[in-house]
């Protein structure tokens, strides 16, 4: 190949020294080391935030990449594709071996999320939890077809601006999002995400969402997500840079 693309979440990997090896550093910025990064011939970060940092750190370009979503697959045609069952509030996640901020804090004002994902049965009761997985050929059906969906992120990602593929996946369906909060997430989603950080903003926020479902996400928004937060337009950047 010419080019080496690895995505980095968790996993370190060896690039070889013959193609260009370039790395996206999509998750987890705390676990990677400058030397890793120094490796490769170019670094893109999904975080505008750690990329400006990145830039004075390390000796290889830096740029900006954020995640994004799948627009053949996330979309608003997944509205017509109406699941049987449609949910108020919904979160899609595993526990991550923990009781996650923001299914814990939506059960504390009193609301009862339908929870897809594997290891809450010791969290929440069994009657919350809809199933362990959703397949992605459905997921956008359920986000569309959502009042609110519940996001959160890991607190290396929220502190230093890496915003989760779930908002743009879920956005890009014209569902409405309520998150914790993290750098530049308004910039990107404007109204579309709520950013809470106290239990009584969640409230506001749910209780606002959930009765505006009426009013559908202003298409603008969904618009503005699909045409430039879009795999195709990742893929065209990477490209342009390879040249």
Not at 59 to 69: D, G
Not at 162 to 171: E, P, T, W
Request: charged share 25%; aromatic share 10%; proline share 4%.
């Amino acid at each position: 190949d010419d080019v080496n693309l690895i995505l980095r979440g968790l996993s370190e990997y060896s690039p070889r020294r013959e193609p260009l090896n370039y790395i996206w550093l999509i998750s987890h910025p705390d676990k990677v080391e400058i030397e890793e990064l120094n490796s490769y011939d170019r670094v893109f970060v999904a975080s505008e935030k750690y990329a400006d940092f990145l830039s004075s750190k390390v000796q290889v370009p830096v740029h900006k990449l954020l995640q994004c979503t799948d627009h053949i697959r996330f979309n608003p045609l997944a509205k017509l594709n109406e699941t049987k069952q449609k949910f108020d509030v919904l979160f899609v996640g595993n526990t991550r071996g923990q009781f996650r901020k923001i299914v814990r804090d939506a059960l504390h004002i009193g609301i009862k999320p339908v929870v897809f994902g594997a290891g809450w049965e010791k969290f929440i009761p069994n009657q919350l939890i809809k199933g362990q997985t959703i397949s992605n050929e459905i997921l956008p059906n359920f986000y569309a077809n959502s009042k609110v969906i519940l996001n959160d992120h890991w607190e290396d990602m929220s502190r230093n601006g890496f915003l989760s593929n779930r908002l743009f996946d879920a956005v890009a369906c014209g569902a409405r999002v309520v998150s914790d909060k993290c750098h530049g997430m308004g910039v990107i989603f404007d109204d579309a995400v709520f950013e809470y950080e106290s239990v009584s903003e969640l409230s506001s926020a749910l209780a606002s969402f959930t009765t505006a479902h009426e009013n559908p996400l202003p298409y603008k928004i969904t618009v503005k997500i699909l045409n430039t937060q879009n795999f195709r337009e990742r893929a065209d950047r990477i490209i342009h840079f390879a040249n």
